[in-house]
């Protein structure tokens, strides 16, 4: 069965810093891979995804990806953080474009000043 | 455009009793997908509606049960409910590829 392993329970960076969030997949092809935000109480918010072409997607809050199909990666980064960026991420996986996602245990992000 | 709308927003209930939750997708949207999130077990899957029938089915026992109406609107029920099911649940609506969620209803079983 497929799975999303993030490594990362919790990271603290300061406001400024530079960030990268790790997501690592198991699955034979190349899936579809999504990144998703969740601030405290609420839903899940789209940051990007990835189908195909160009491994390195923009999304929106300034981060971007870059899939790497020989690590199974999909990680996160962001060149400068916000304290507006504390949230939980959560990294996601669909096998076929047609499937449930299944996602990864997610990263709580801090951010200090 | 209007996002995926989920109510109640919270709610609180007595093992035994059962409920029912609510999702209105984003118009044009014929997918329905649910989610529970706790914080023991993440988020996990529990099942698809597409065009009025189960797509997709999740590893839940048959007291999670739901349907989808012709305006693609959602409903999930869970009955005989257990201090275990008090959960964030979600509901996502999908055109394509890609979900987008609702604000979740928050359950608690007392």
């Known amino acids: 069965a497929q799975s999303v392993t993030q490594p990362d329970i919790h990271i603290t960076v300061s406001e400024g810093a530079s960030l990268e969030l790790r997501c690592n997949y198991s699955?034979?092809?190349?899936?579809?891979l999504f990144w998703y935000v969740q601030s405290p109480g609420q839903g899940l918010q789209l940051l990007l995804k990835?189908?195909?072409?160009?491994?390195l997607v923009q999304g929106i809050k300034g981060f971007e990806a870059e899939f790497k199909r020989s690590q199974s990666s999909f990680n996160l980064r962001k060149p400068s953080v916000h304290w507006s960026d504390a949230a939980e991420y959560f990294c996601?996986?669909?096998?076929?474009?047609?499937?449930?996602?299944?996602f990864g245990k997610g990263t709580r992000l801090s951010v200090i000043a | 455009k209007a996002g995926v709308t989920q109510t109640p927003r919270y709610l609180i209930k007595t093992r035994g009793q059962q409920v029912t939750l609510s999702c209105s997708p984003i118009?044009?949207?014929?997918?329905v997908s649910w989610y529970q999130q706790t914080p023991g077990q993440g988020l996990q899957f529990l099942f698809e509606?597409?065009?009025?029938?189960?797509?997709n089915k999740g590893n839940f026992p048959g007291r999670f049960s739901g349907r989808q109406f012709s305006n693609s609107r959602s409903e999930m029920n869970v009955s005989t409910l257990e201090l275990g099911d008090s959960a964030l649940y979600l509901c996502?609506?999908?055109?394509?590829?890609?979900?987008?969620f609702g604000s979740g209803t928050r359950l608690t079983v007392v």
């Open positions: 996502a609506s999908s055109l394509n590829y890609g979900y987008t």
């Open positions: 699955y034979g092809a190349t899936p579809y």
């Open positions: 990835y189908f195909s072409g160009d491994t």
């Open positions: 996601a996986v669909d096998h076929s474009g047609n499937t449930p996602l299944v």
């Open positions: 118009s044009g949207h014929r997918s």
């Open positions: 509606y597409f065009s009025e029938t189960q797509r």
